[in-house]
């Protein structure tokens, strides 16, 4: 099992290890409002005056599958990838974002952060690393 999970850690690299658990857990979420979407939920007002819930849970589906997909493309054409595993987050939390400064949800604010922290700025942040890390001049020096 040991060298089957290098030559995939090796064959994904750092950026399509990100965007292949990105990918599967935007699936996930997206399945769980599709399967069981309940009433609206709140704070979501802005997306739901537009769609049912059920075709804003096929958007985090669809990005999902397109971030997993981009895992495996080569390094620069993976891009894509992380443009679509941010589509989601960045909706809903532009939503929520409207719906605490709107008073029609108070808590929005909070969750507007929370997707805009935990989600999008950690996406961009992923999108940002290197795929192989060269160590510091100076820190090459001193190790001879």
């Given at each position: 099992m040991?060298?089957?999970?290098?030559r995939l850690r090796k064959r994904l690299g750092?950026?399509?290890t990100a965007l292949a658990i990105l990918g599967p857990a935007k699936i996930c979420f997206g399945l769980g409002?599709?399967?069981?979407p309940g009433p609206n939920p709140a704070g979501l007002g802005l997306l739901t005056r537009f769609a049912d819930i059920r075709c804003w849970s096929s958007v985090w589906i669809i990005c999902g599958l397109v971030t997993f997909t981009c895992a495996w493309l080569r390094i620069g054409r993976d891009g894509l990838g992380f443009f679509a595993a941010?589509?989601?987050p960045f909706v809903w939390g532009s939503a929520y974002l409207w719906g605490g400064l709107?008073?029609?949800?108070p808590r929005g604010l909070a969750i507007a952060?929370?997707?805009g922290l935990g989600h999008v700025a950690l996406i961009l942040f992923l999108a940002t690393?290197?795929?192989h890390s060269v160590p510091h001049p100076a820190r090459?020096?001193?190790?001879?």
């Open positions: 040991r060298p089957a999970a290098r750092r950026r399509g409002y599709a399967l069981q941010l589509i989601p709107t008073g029609e949800y952060a929370w997707y690393l290197p795929e090459r020096e001193r190790g001879r």
